[in-house]
């Protein structure tokens, strides 16, 4: 699922891999202490937050950062939406976010906060609607919404390599090719679980 490559035309030049890598990163952590942290804990997930968003982790990199992309992708297995479908595609997932954002089960948190920040996390990728960026961009999303539900930030996988980035493929596969959410909710659910007690104590 990873899209990161390298565009020739990137604003600061870079030429290989590990420099995009590396530039993306930095970009990702300053969004999270300029744009994430900023927003009101009522804050809309909105088509405009989420361009915001990317243009905040990207902007330094990308002269198309925050804007939809323009030409058809295959990531992988994965066929995402035409470009022509993008603005309908991301407020009707927006609407849906917003929807289950809104409608928290009291008598059963750890569930439909679970379901809200998983579908949010996979339909994200699933539209793939920026031309680099999709992973990095749905992982702070994620933790946006998690933020926005007073909790903290979610860790789908600690590294590039291994069995925990291996099992979060699998989840987003699983979720493409069969609507299962199983996997996905394995990761995400025990970290809302683990949020929500330690909001019980205090």
Same mark, same amino acid.
């Given at each position: 699922m990873g899209d990161t490559y390298i565009d020739p035309d990137n604003l600061l030049g870079l030429k290989t891999f590990d420099e995009i890598n590396i530039a993306e990163s930095e970009g990702v952590a300053n969004a999270y202490e300029s744009f994430i942290m900023e927003q009101e804990v009522n804050v809309s997930i909105t088509p405009e937050l989420i361009l915001n968003l990317h243009q905040a982790?990207?902007?330094?990199? !990308?002269?198309?950062?925050?804007? $939809?992309?323009?030409? &058809?992708? @295959?990531?992988?297995?994965?066929?995402?939406?035409?470009?022509? !479908?993008?603005?309908?595609?991301? $407020?009707?997932?927006? &609407?849906? @976010?917003?929807?289950?954002r809104n409608h928290i089960q009291k008598d059963d948190k750890v569930k439909s906060i679970t379901h809200c920040l998983a579908y949010a996390h996979a339909k994200f990728i699933e539209i793939h609607p920026f031309l680099n960026g999709n992973g990095r961009?749905?992982?702070?999303?994620?933790?946006?919404?998690?933020i926005t539900l007073g909790l903290g930030k979610i860790e789908c996988y600690k590294r590039e390599e291994g069995d925990e980035r291996k099992q979060y493929i699998d989840s987003l596969v699983a979720i493409q090719k069969n609507n299962d959410y199983s996997l996905l909710y394995s990761i995400i659910g025990p970290q809302v679980r683990y949020y929500l007690d330690i909001l019980d104590k205090l």
């Open positions: 982790a990207f902007g330094h990199l !990308y002269k198309w950062a925050g804007k $939809y992309r323009k030409t &058809e992708l @295959v990531v992988g297995q994965l066929i995402p939406p035409k470009p022509g !479908y993008l603005n309908y595609k991301m $407020y009707e997932f927006c &609407e849906q @976010v917003e929807y289950f961009t749905a992982r702070m999303l994620t933790d946006l919404i998690s």
